[in-house]
T-cell receptor
Framework: GESVGLHLPTLSVQEGDNSIINCAYS??????FIWYKQESGKGPQFIID?????DKRQGQRVTVLLNKTVKHLSLQIAATQPGDSAVYFC?????????FGQGTELSVKP | DSGVTQTPKHLITATGQRVTLRCSPR?????VYWYQQSLDQGLQFLIQ???????AKGNILERFSAQQFPDLHSELNLSSLELGDSALYFC????????????FGSGTRLTVV
């Protein structure tokens, strides 16, 4: 089927802690995954991507992990800051279109 | 500013009416995508245009239609509006119709009353 889902709808972390946002996907043939951040009143903003031939990819303060065995994707944010508060979506690319998960709302407590 | 421009930002209209949402892609991008974001359905792909031609169709209702003009801007037409059509409508653009450099606009919030 074509579904990308998130384990937790909300996540609250303390400023400075690390955040982990999880995502499960169902299409084992998927080749490309993307994490987006959406702040209130704005469109989704690209954070980081990963292809299926990789297990891990790192960006600035963010790391994406891909476990193809269990069809699981995670986004790790190091030293979470108040500006990281937003809704985070994983998305799976299929034929040029994106299939989005439902989103996880990250709330950072000062 | 992502470079993708959507107008209007907000739209309030009555059931049964018709509205047009507009999207100007980033300079140089040939492909435009429309997405609907509602509370119960999340972000759903509606339709894609590439250089004026429809390339892919998703969960788009028959009451909805879109087109891409020679100057590459796109319009999404929503007709016979229902309360359930209230949502955020996003446009995204990319250079070549693929995923790389896929950039979203800020969206149009449609409220049907």
């Amino acid at each position: 089927g074509e579904s990308v889902g998130l384990h937790l709808p909300t996540l609250s972390v303390q400023e400075g802690d690390n955040s982990i946002i999880n995502c499960a996907y169902s299409n084992s043939a998927s080749d490309y995954f993307i994490w987006y951040k959406q702040e209130s009143g704005k469109g989704p903003q690209f954070i980081i991507d990963i292809r299926s031939n990789m297990d891990k990819r790192q960006g600035q303060r963010v790391t994406v992990l891909l476990n193809k065995t269990v069809k699981h994707l995670s986004l790790q944010i190091a030293a979470t800051q108040p500006g990281d508060s937003a809704v985070y979506f994983c998305a799976e690319e299929k034929g040029g279109k994106l299939i989005f998960g439902q989103g996880t709302e990250l709330s950072v407590k000062p | 500013d992502s470079g993708v421009t959507q107008t209007p930002k907000h739209l309030i209209t009555a059931t049964g009416q018709r509205v047009t949402l507009r999207c100007s892609p980033r300079s140089g991008d040939l492909s435009v995508y429309w997405y609907q974001q509602s509370l119960d359905q999340g972000l759903q792909f509606l339709i894609q245009y590439y250089n004026g031609e429809e390339r892919a169709k998703g969960n788009i209702l028959e009451r909805f239609s879109a087109q891409q003009f020679p100057d590459l801007h796109s319009e999404l037409n929503l007709s016979s509006l229902e309360l359930g059509d209230s949502a955020l409508y996003f446009c995204a653009s990319s250079v070549d119709g693929g995923i790389y450099g896929y950039t979203f606009g800020s969206g149009t919030r449609l409220t049907v009353v």
